[in-house]
Nanobody
Framework: QVQLVESGGGLVQAGGSLRLSCAAS????????MGWFRQAPGNRRELVAT???????NYADSVKGRFTVSRDYAKNTVSLQMNSLKPEDTAVYYC?????????????WGQGTQVTVSS
């Protein structure tokens, strides 16, 4: 399986931008998809964006046109460029990686990074 370490969170004003990065290590050859989820206080963890090894992307409707997910296969990273941030984007953002290892599926998570958008 894989280990994931996020970076890049912080405090930004509404309308601003942030870039999150997530570095994967371990059995990186087994990764099929990587992506980002978020969880605000009192809310369930929700999808933000994912990207498969084939390059297919999927976005939550709430972030389409504002966020861009990308993978760097040489560096084993996945990034999330967040533009036009809104206060409702405030949450802990988690990187995840999914795949199969020794025939069994897995889904690993990073420790999370806080994003706070002030109005």
């Amino acid at each position: 399986q894989v280990q994931l370490v996020e970076s890049g969170g912080g405090l930004v004003q509404a309308g601003g931008s942030l870039r999150l990065s997530c570095a994967a290590s371990g059995s990186i050859f087994s990764i099929n998809s990587m992506g980002w989820f978020r969880q605000a206080p009192g809310n369930r963890r929700e999808l933000v964006a994912t990207v498969t090894s084939g390059g297919s992307t999927n976005y939550a409707d709430s972030v389409k046109g504002r966020f861009t997910v990308s993978r760097d296969y040489a560096k084993n990273t996945v990034s999330l460029q967040m533009n036009s941030l809104k206060p409702e984007d405030t949450a802990v953002y988690y990187c995840n990686a999914g795949g199969r290892f020794n025939g069994s599926p897995y889904l690993n998570w990073g420790q999370g990074t806080q994003v706070t958008v002030s109005s």
